[in-house]
């Protein structure tokens, strides 16, 4: 699309299709809806997709008994590599 880019360099500091430095909020702002539609982001409907039907997960505070280790076992399936230990 070419609408933008980070300056070389420059932390936080955007460029314009001319090369003119601008405020990244406002550009987008003003721009919003040509990017939106210029892209494929979409919203999903129900019909394709329903987020409610996802298992979600659930925090849970793990603790041992007093005077013993806490473990548990892990299966060794479609995990990525930089989630494992070394030497696993």
Known sequence: MGLL???DGADNKWLDAQGSAIE???FLT???ELILNSSLIR???N?????SKLFQ???AVLSPLDGETLSFT???VNYPNTFLPTGM
């Open 5 to 7: 880019k980070k300056a």
């Open 30 to 32: 003003f721009h919003r």
């Open 43 to 45: 919203k999903l409907e």
């Open 24 to 26: 990244l909020d406002a």
């Open 74 to 76: 892990l299966l060794l």
């Open 47 to 51: 019909n394709l997709f329903d987020n």
């Open 57 to 59: 997960t659930n925090n």
